[in-house]
């Protein structure tokens, strides 16, 4: 039986439940929504095909609507189909495009609340982030739409549609961002909605942009089934994925034997490294902001490696930083006029990865491990008699063994860990322990000692003493060793992965014949 909490002066704000949010959905597409299921999109059609499963809401367990899953056959329906509106778009002037897009970016943003909703109740957002998922989205497209002309310059579409496959945890700001940038640059786009949450929202944010003309496919299936047409079909002009390593190489497999153009981005272990460092108070400010999401984002910073000789003044500073996270149901509220919740994080995708989580810590712990922190649900905001089955509080392990996954492993999830180094050898080391992340920080007073290190660290972006992310607009992004593999995006580099320019191009990438930064 799932656990329970009773915290009995809270109750979920008036207007947003789940039937609530579903409710504005058939009114505001009904098109795209039946009474009990999402549709899928392809060949400019909403489709009631795919058998539709069952889902719950990380939230507190109950019913939601799940991804209506497609067979492979009828996914390379979609897939031929798509080519065919690519083929018809790429001529599409680029006014036009740019007025298509701008006008989706206007119903985006007139529907922005319902969007953030639903990201709350299907992938467990907290209000604050959801929203900002939403409009990182909106405000990151409407930069490409203001700038697209010279970054388009001398360049033409791919010669089939880019096909998107993309983990849950942002669907907003990274996929429906990515696909409407690629539309712009004048691909149609077909994607598949994430199966552990987020179709929905997708299906809403699809609806939109199709009513102005975007030639947008939302198909949803497994990734064994639909991988032939999503990513070996010879119609595809261009593969980006995001997501795990092991899911990631396989993907990159099939690319490179087809010569497929291809934008992979896979996790990492992203490393904070103390060193030579006195300023305490900043580290605290920040350490809260590092826990937003339950640090279920590729750019998470899941494990300090820390000076030995400083311990004592890193635990100091760190622990009542930990202590202080916000943990609770997003909707949450004492009185029906109260604003939502402020919280540093709700619950995790799903029941099965808390648990997940959970176990790996007890047995980490088991083989030597040493729990510094360990926070309590009962510390939480919740509703009376809640099913908290996703929910898992901050947890922090100094020196996880090494047949730990949480040694070598990105967690994904509200679990920091914490390694000792004496020397400056250890210390890189340590921070290169996945061969290759996304992003990393170094603190340490001395610039000169953060110029001398920050080479030898394997990270696309690294810091001085403040976090790195993912990056808007014109800043780039890509990866070191294994956590990224083909084009860099971000900025130009976006419009560039997704489009062809001179012959001989060579885009700045990680690929399996030559990397090259930007």
Known sequence: MAPTLTTPHLILKPGTAWSDAWARCLAVAPEAFEDDRVRNLWAAAWQSDGRAVPATSPVDGSPIAGPPRLDS????????????AHRAWRDVPL???????????DALTEHRELLALLLVWEIGKPWRLAQADVDRAI??????????????????????PVSNIASWNYPMSVLIHAMLVQALAGNAVIAKAPTDGGVACLTLAC????????????????????SEALVRAPEIGCVSFVGGRDTGARI?????????????????????????????PSLTGVIPKLFDYGKQRCTAYPRFVVQRSLFADFLAAYLPAVRSIRLGHPLAVERPGDPLPELDFGPLINAAKAKELNDQVSEAISRGAVPLHQGALEEGLFLPGQDTSAYLP??????????????????????????????????????????????????????????RLFPQIRAFKTGHGKPRSRGDRDELFGGFG???????????????????????????????DYHLMP
């Not at 390379?76 to 080519?83: F, M």
């Not at 203001?146 to 010669?159: F, H, I, K, Q, Y």
């Not at 901050?394 to 949480?406: A, D, H, R």
């Not at 990105?410 to 390694?419: A, L, R, Y």
Request: net charge negative; hydrophobic share 40%.
């Open 207 to 226: 609806a939109l942009a199709v009513r102005e003309g975007i030639p947008l496919t939302l198909v949803s299936g497994s990734g064994g089934e639909l």
């Open 73 to 84: 056959e009828t996914a390379q329906q979609a897939v031929r189909a798509c080519l065919d």
């Open 482 to 512: 294994h956590s990224w593999r083909g084009a860099f995006v971000g900025g130009e580099l976006l419009v560039r992965a997704v489009t062809d320019g001179p012959s001989g191009e060579r885009p700045p990438g990680n690929f399996p």
């Open 394 to 451: 901050p947890v922090t392990l100094l020196n996880p063994p090494p047949s730990s996954p949480l040694h070598h492993a990105e967690p994904f999830g509200p679990v920091d860990t914490i390694v000792l180094v004496d020397t400056e050898a250890e210390l890189l080391a340590a921070m290169n322990a996945s061969n290759g992340a996304l992003v990393a920080t170094l603190s340490t007073d001395d610039p000169a000692t953060y110029a």
């Open 139 to 160: 405000d990151g497209v409407r930069w490409y739409v203001d700038g697209v002309e010279p970054m388009l310059a001398d360049r033409t579409p791919l010669a089939g």
């Open 252 to 280: 990159a497999t099939a690319v490179a034997d087809l010569g497929k153009r291809h934008i992979l981005e896979q996790e990492g272990l992203n490393t904070w490294g103390i060193w030579n460092f006195s300023d305490w």
């Open 95 to 105: 006014a036009e495009r740019k007025a298509r897009v701008t006008a989706t970016l």
